[in-house]
T-cell receptor, first 113, second 117 residues
Framework: NAGVTQTPKFQVLKTGQSMTLQCAQDMNHEYMSWYRQDPGMGLRLIHYSVGAGITDQGEVPNGYNVSRSTTEDFPLRLLSAAPSQTSVYFC????????????FGPGTRLTVL | AQKITQTQPGMFVQEKEAVTLDCTYDTSDPSYGLFWYKQPSSGEMIFLIYQGSYDQQNATEGRYSLNFQKARKSANLVISASQLGDSAMYFCAMREGEGGSNYKLTFGKGTLLTVNP
C-alpha cells in the first residue's frame, strides 16, 4: 500500500491564481480530511469527508473547496490564492468506525506571493 | 477556550533519560480519544499512541506511554530512554464523540523536543 499520497510536494503561486492539491489513499478509508499547519498554530482542519459524495467544513474553510467523487481521492481547491494561504497542507484518512488512527500524507508546502 | 493545551513550547532532555510532554484537554463529551503525533524536521506526521476515554489502563507503545489522568483531563506523553532520533515536534490531539461528523482531530500547538547527546 502507498498509504496517503499528496501532490505536489511544493508549489509557488501568485495572488489570485487557482490550483488543486491532490490527495489519494489506497487503504479504502471512508474518512478523509485536509489540515493546514502554520507556525505556532498547530494543525487546523479545513474540510473533511465521511464518504464519497459527503463533505463538510472544518475550522478554517474559507477560500477552499473540496469534493469527494470516489473513496480514494479528496482534492483541495484554492479558488483565488492569497498570501494568507501560505502554509503546509496535510491530507489525512482513517476508517470511519471507532477512534481509528488518522494516517497523514507527506504534506504540500504552498507559498503564495 | 482551547480544547488542547500544550504548555511547553520547548523541552530539552539528555540522551537515555526519560521525558514527559504535557497535554491537557477540554471536552464535555464522555466519549473521546486522545492521540500523540511526532513531526520530525522532515515534516511528516507520525502516529505514536492512542488513549480512549473509556480505556481503563494507560496506553503503551514501546518506549512511549501515555499518562492518562481523566479527572484532571490530562494526557501526558512519556518517552523513556530518549534517543537522538526523538528530537522532533510532538503534537497532542483529540477526537470527540462517536460516529458521523465527530472524526475531526483538534490539535495542540505542539512541543519541540530536543535530545542532547
Amino acid at each position: 500500500n502507498a498509504g496517503v499520497t499528496q501532490t505536489p510536494k511544493f508549489q509557488v503561486l501568485k495572488t489570485g491564481q487557482s490550483m488543486t492539491l491532490q490527495c489519494a489513499q489506497d487503504m479504502n478509508h471512508e474518512y478523509m480530511s485536509w489540515y493546514r499547519q502554520d507556525p505556532g498554530m498547530g494543525l487546523r482542519l479545513i474540510h473533511y469527508s465521511v464518504g464519497a459524495g459527503i463533505t463538510d467544513q472544518g475550522e478554517v474553510p474559507n477560500g477552499y473547496n473540496v469534493s469527494r467523487s470516489t473513496t480514494e481521492d479528496f482534492p483541495l481547491r484554492l479558488l483565488s490564492a492569497a498570501p494568507s494561504q501560505t502554509s503546509v497542507y496535510f491530507c489525512a484518512s482513517s476508517y470511519e468506525q471507532g477512534f481509528d488512527t488518522q494516517y497523514f500524507g507527506p504534506g504540500t508546502r504552498l507559498t503564495v506571493l | 477556550a482551547q480544547k488542547i493545551t500544550q504548555t511547553q513550547p520547548g523541552m530539552f532532555v539528555q540522551e537515555k533519560e526519560a521525558v514527559t510532554l504535557d497535554c491537557t484537554y477540554d471536552t464535555s463529551d464522555p466519549s473521546y480519544g486522545l492521540f500523540w503525533y511526532k513531526q520530525p524536521s522532515s515534516g511528516e506526521m507520525i502516529f505514536l499512541i492512542y488513549q480512549g476515554s473509556y480505556d481503563q489502563q494507560n496506553a503503551t507503545e514501546g518506549r512511549y506511554s501515555l499518562n492518562f489522568q481523566k479527572a484532571r483531563k490530562s494526557a501526558n506523553l512519556v518517552i523513556s530512554a530518549s534517543q537522538l532520533g526523538d528530537s522532533a515536534m510532538y503534537f497532542c490531539a483529540m477526537r470527540e464523540g462517536e460516529g458521523g461528523s465527530n472524526y475531526k482531530l483538534t490539535f495542540g500547538k505542539g512541543t519541540l523536543l530536543t535530545v542532547n547527546p
